[in-house]
């Protein structure tokens, strides 16, 4: 299955940490990239690779891959950081799927 | 820095063609490591990748199988843009649209986006 699958909506304190997963088959082979899209916005990338992040990116975000499981790791989350997360993989024909995403809510 | 610049219609009827283009600056339609992709969003379809064009020695296209049988990615050099062409459209195509590249050998993941479209399939 080409399929990634998010959970819908996840919260966390100011401040504390929170762990976003992705599930999918393919993830056994390729790497996730994560975005972030705030509302009105397009998607930003902020992860991808084993755990890279772009230029501008702070470095409380970090990314993590285990068997079928990539995750995204937010360490001290800021209020900006309330957005809604994707992530996207590659199938075995090349072709790029995205998660249904997930919405983080910062208390 | 690369930026990337949608033109397009809003506004397309049933059946017809929905045709964007996506101009950019600061990298060439025709790099040997960039792919050129479009990208919608919609409420019940969440992100979904439509296609890309890229260039390795000459012209490749990829189509995601759900649109597989409606869809031309074309690039055009002499312009250094790429254009999508999703024909017979129909209300569930109602999406805003996005391009965004990526360098699958240098930084795997969609980068930069273009503003977006936002293409409503109506009467």
């Known amino acids: 299955s080409s399929e990634l699958t998010q959970d819908p909506a996840v919260s966390v304190a100011l401040g504390q940490t929170v762990r976003i997963t992705c599930q999918g088959d393919?993830?056994?082979?390729?790497?996730a990239s994560w975005y972030q899209q705030k509302p009105g916005q397009a998607p930003l990338l902020i992860i991808y690779g084993a755990n890279n992040r772009p230029s501008g990116i702070p470095d409380r975000f970090s990314g993590s891959s285990s068997g079928n499981t990539a995750s995204l790791t937010i360490t001290g989350a800021q209020a900006e950081d309330e957005a809604d997360y994707y992530c996207n993989s590659r199938d075995r024909r090349d072709h790029r799927v995205f998660g249904g995403g997930t919405k983080l809510t910062v208390l | 820095q690369v930026e990337l610049q949608q033109s397009g219609p809003g506004l397309v009827k049933p059946s017809q063609t929905l045709s964007l283009t996506c101009a950019i600056s600061?990298?060439?339609?025709?790099?040997?490591?960039?792919?050129w992709n479009w990208i919608r969003q919609s409420p019940s379809r969440g992100l979904e990748w439509l296609g890309r064009t890229y260039y390795r020695s000459k012209w490749y296209n990829d189509y995601a199988l759900s649109v597989q049988s409606r869809i031309t990615i074309t690039p055009d050099t002499s312009k250094n843009q790429f254009s999508l062409h999703l024909n017979s459209v129909i209300p569930e195509d109602t999406a805003m649209y996005y391009c965004a590249r990526d360098r699958p050998d240098i930084l795997d993941g969609f980068q930069p986006w273009g503003q977006g479209t936002l293409v409503i399939v109506s009467s």
């Open positions: 393919s993830l056994v082979d390729f790497y």
């Open positions: 600061g990298d060439s339609v025709s790099s040997n490591s960039a792919a």
